[in-house]
Nanobody
């Protein structure tokens, strides 16, 4: 059975940084595209960043230059480095590997 487990969320101040991790079990991530999505309070879930099996990345305009998605295939893990955090980044962040979602990790940014 495939599981995606996120970690690294928490409370940060505006301008601070957090790094999220998504570790998979029951599947090998190396040949798969991965993505991070988020859902803020009262908002729809939205795509934040994605990374292909070959390492190509894409970002939502609102996080470009601040967030970096990366992968470590040896650790079966995908990361989201979040810098220059803003209060509007507050959301539950979800790891996605078709067709599976992780359980989400809360990120709260205080002003």
């Amino acid at each position: 059975q495939v599981h995606l487990v996120e970690s690294g969320g928490g409370l940060a101040q505006a301008g601070g940084s957090l790094r999220l991790s998504c570790t998979a079990s029951g599947t090998i991530l190396s040949g798969k595209a991965m993505a991070w999505h988020r859902q803020g309070p009262g908002k729809q879930r939205e795509l934040v960043a994605s990374i292909s099996s070959g390492g190509s990345t894409n970002y939502a305009d609102i996080v470009k230059g601040r967030f970096t998605i990366s992968r470590d295939n040896a650790k079966n893990t995908v990361y989201l480095q979040m810098n220059s955090l803003k209060p509007e980044d507050t959301a539950v962040y979800y790891c996605y590997c078709y067709p599976r979602w992780g359980q989400g990790t809360q990120v709260t940014v205080s002003s």
